[in-house]
């Protein structure tokens, strides 16, 4: 397969994985209520699109060592997310922190097994 059906298939993966997560979390443990269920899915969606293709095409003309990239890569778009959260959402700085971790490292390791 070629890379960027690849690219497309963890796109749709990701954004799959990650918005009932941040759902989940802003509605049912942090009770925002304040945002909207649209609100939540567009700024998800927004957050996890705009971030994998630096992740898959750009980092990698930088960073060509796999370990490194991964690494980099990963917490790259975790802090980038957690901001986004935080303005997008006005959220507490340790919730969005929270909501990035936990939808990025759980899209990572389902991705793994994808992948």
Avoid: D
């Avoid at 998800?44 to 750009?58: D, K, R």
Wanted: charged content about 10%.
């Amino acid at each position: 397969m070629i890379y960027e059906y690849k690219f497309l298939i963890a796109l749709c993966l990701t954004n799959i994985i990650e918005i009932p997560i941040v759902f989940l979390f802003m509605k049912y443990i942090f009770k925002y209520i304040n945002s909207t269920k649209l609100n939540i899915i567009i700024t998800s969606f927004f957050a996890s699109t705009l971030t994998l293709p630096y992740l898959w095409f750009i980092l990698p003309v930088f960073i060509s060592q796999r370990t490194h990239y991964i690494l980099i890569g990963e917490i790259s778009v975790f802090i980038i997310e957690a901001v986004f959260y935080l303005f997008l959402f006005k959220t507490k700085i340790h919730h969005a922190i929270i909501l990035s971790f936990t939808a990025n490292v759980i899209s990572f390791l389902i991705g793994l097994f994808f992948f």
